[in-house]
């Protein structure tokens, strides 16, 4: 039981000094312990920064319901924050059909944009929508976009 105990101390005592050393400003850590601290701790621990801040798309884009010619409006206009995320993955989703050579969304899709605008079918008759995407040209630059609009065809066009 002795023999035992000794072992879990020497392993707990010798994990703390490796993540220790990990953890504390280099000019603390010999180099040799730093090196054997890093190979130790860095499988088990370290986590890419790829996974907390990815890179953003090069694209905005939102899906606007054509009224008339006047009055066109993101399918999202005057909602709250789970109808925006809702708008911005069916956005997303035609955006990325559309970069595959799509030249319609699905109908599944189209569905999901009718709910989202309510009773205004009811109203206007057949509706239009379109994807409108900004774009940045330039990553040096990128507050200086270019503006595509794709008029979506739906199965009642």
Not at 83 to 106: K, N, V
Request: with cysteine; net charge negative; glycine share 4%.
């Amino acid at each position: 039981m002795g023999r035992n105990r000794w072992v879990v101390i020497t392993v707990v005592v010798l994990h703390t000094l490796l993540l220790l050393a990990y953890t504390l400003p280099v000019q603390f850590i010999p180099g040799m312990f730093r090196s054997l601290s890093i190979a130790y701790a860095r499988p088990l621990f370290h986590q890419s920064w790829q996974l907390f801040a990815p890179d953003p798309p090069p694209c905005s884009c939102t899906i606007e319901v054509i009224m008339n010619e006047n009055d066109i409006r993101p399918i999202d206009q005057d909602r709250g924050y789970l109808e925006h995320r809702m708008a911005q993955t069916i956005a997303r989703s035609i955006q990325s059909e559309l970069a595959q050579g799509d030249s319609s969304p699905r109908p599944e899709l189209v569905r999901a944009m009718k709910r989202m605008v309510g009773d205004i079918e009811r109203e206007l008759g057949v509706l239009e929508f379109q994807l409108h995407e900004e774009c940045i040209v330039d990553p040096q630059s990128p507050t200086e976009r270019i503006v595509r609009i794709t008029k979506l065809k739906t199965a009642d066009q």
